[in-house]
């Protein structure tokens, strides 16, 4: 928790708390992780990350299907490093 | 006067171009994002020069059709620069949520340029989102109203877009759509014609955008005409769905309830 609320503090990175609750994946539609090393919500069950713009305050996430980016296997984190994942 | 909107639409599959006076056929979704990229700095000057800030009052009278009041969380999709989130903003106050989509960064940027310069304290509840009006990242029934000004007629599946805003929407609560009316009026059709070949195309020149503009007409052809929507909307799944016109005929304004 306190690791997520540094991104949410520093300027023109990062997205806000209540875009992070809101948004799905705009294919599954299920809800989304929020990466702090990659700037960007993921949806691990079918392997994509959003990248969230860091060109201002509150970045826009970027949720066009066609601008997620598949993530290598060996790329996705551990569970347990995530401190705001939303499902299991 | 007619607003200034771009319009494109997808050349699907084998279906022959039907467009007013032998005009160029539409373009895919990827030459529409980059173009409304390219028109983004002078899209709002460009709206109030051609509409005589006409376009302003039906925004507005789009956003009360929304039926959009304090506290509520709505969504403006097709936002461009922002006008109808802000508008809605001012609706459902500082208690409420907005959140803007646009498949356009520059038009987003451009959005969220003008909401930091603004002094209202409500605008704080806006969020911009990038994403696809046909993929909407949003729950089902999350939203308590939605508005979507002069985009449905730019998008390329206008049926998915339907279904995807009636999923989005709660129970009870109404989508606006604002744009080009296509009218069964032969003379309103000819006087809207008119004007976007005298009017529009020339003043879009003079920023240099002509060939961007010069596909409204065949746009607004390839759209549905008033009964055409309001039957979309039913076949959706809407309980209810009424068409006004505005703009002496020029502009149409869908209001659906799910």
Same mark, same amino acid.
């Given at each position: 928790?306190?690791?997520? *609320?540094?991104? !949410?503090? #520093? =300027?023109?990175? &990062?997205?806000?708390?209540?875009? @992070?609750?809101?948004? %799905?994946?705009?294919?599954?539609?299920?809800?989304?992780?929020?990466?702090?090393? *990659?700037?960007? !919500?993921? #949806? =691990?069950?079918? &392997?994509?990350?959003?990248?969230? @713009?860091?060109?201002? %305050?509150?970045?826009?996430?970027?949720?066009?299907?066609?601008?997620?980016?598949?993530?290598?296997?060996?790329?996705?984190?551990?569970?347990?490093?995530?401190?705001?994942?939303?499902?299991? | 006067?007619?607003?200034?909107?771009?319009?494109?639409?997808?050349?699907?599959?084998?279906?022959?171009?039907?467009?007013?006076?032998?005009?160029?056929?539409?373009?895919?979704?990827?030459?529409?994002?980059?173009?409304?990229?390219?028109?983004?700095?002078?899209?709002?000057?460009?709206?109030?020069?051609?509409?005589?800030?006409?376009?302003?009052?039906?925004?507005?009278?789009?956003?009360?059709?929304?039926?959009?009041?304090?506290?509520?969380?709505v969504l403006d999709l097709c936002c461009g620069s922002g006008d109808l989130a802000f508008l809605m903003s001012e609706k459902v106050g500082p208690a409420g949520q907005v959140i803007g989509l646009d498949f356009s960064?520059?038009?987003?940027?451009?959005?969220?340029?003008?909401?930091?310069?603004?002094?209202?304290?409500?605008?704080?509840?806006?969020?911009?989102?990038?994403?696809?009006?046909?993929?909407?990242?949003?729950?089902?029934?999350?939203?308590?109203?939605?508005?979507?000004?002069?985009?449905?007629?730019?998008?390329?599946?206008?049926?998915?877009?339907?279904?995807?805003?009636?999923?989005?929407?709660?129970?009870?609560?109404?989508?606006?759509?604002?744009?080009?009316?296509?009218?069964?009026?032969?003379?309103?059709?000819?006087?809207?014609?008119?004007?976007?070949?005298?009017?529009?195309?020339?003043?879009?020149?003079?920023?240099?955008?002509?060939?961007?503009?010069?596909?409204?007409?065949?746009?607004?052809?390839?759209?549905?005409?008033?009964?055409?929507?309001?039957?979309?909307?039913?076949?959706?799944?809407?309980?209810?769905?009424?068409?006004?016109?505005?703009?002496?005929?020029?502009?149409?304004?869908?209001?659906?309830?799910?």
């Open positions: 928790m306190v690791r997520v *609320s540094r991104v !949410l503090l #520093r =300027d023109g990175v &990062g997205i806000s708390k209540t875009l @992070s609750e809101i948004l %799905v994946c705009p294919l599954s539609k299920q809800p989304l992780r929020v990466c702090e090393e *990659s700037n960007s !919500l993921i #949806r =691990d069950a079918i &392997g994509v990350a959003y990248p969230v @713009s860091p060109y201002i %305050v509150d970045g826009i996430p970027c949720l066009v299907p066609s601008d997620g980016k598949i993530i290598e296997a060996d790329d996705k984190p551990k569970p347990d490093d995530n401190s705001m994942r939303k499902d299991p | 006067m007619a607003s200034l909107h771009l319009s494109f639409c997808q050349l699907a599959g084998n279906r022959p171009p039907s467009h007013r006076s032998g005009r160029l056929p539409v373009r895919c979704a990827d030459e529409r994002q980059a173009l409304f990229n390219r028109i983004a700095p002078v899209y709002d000057n460009l709206n109030d020069l051609l509409s005589l800030v006409q376009h302003r009052v039906w925004k507005r009278m789009a956003v009360s059709w929304s039926g959009a009041k304090i506290g509520d969380n960064k520059e038009q987003l940027l451009i959005a969220s340029s003008r909401q930091h310069s603004r002094p209202k304290a409500c605008y704080k509840n806006i969020k911009w989102v990038e994403g696809d009006a046909l993929n909407l990242p949003f729950p089902d029934s999350y939203s308590n109203a939605i508005t979507i000004g002069y985009g449905l007629r730019n998008v390329v599946d206008k049926q998915k877009a339907m279904k995807e805003m009636y999923r989005v929407l709660r129970p009870g609560s109404k989508v606006s759509v604002l744009d080009f009316n296509k009218s069964t009026n032969p003379f309103t059709a000819s006087f809207q014609e008119w004007m976007i070949d005298t009017v529009v195309v020339p003043a879009a020149s003079g920023f240099g955008l002509a060939k961007e503009y010069r596909y409204l007409n065949s746009s607004i052809q390839e759209f549905l005409t008033g009964k055409e929507l309001e039957k979309l909307a039913l076949e959706t799944g809407f309980s209810n769905a009424r068409y006004f016109e505005v703009g002496g005929g020029l502009m149409g304004n869908l209001v659906a309830t799910r």
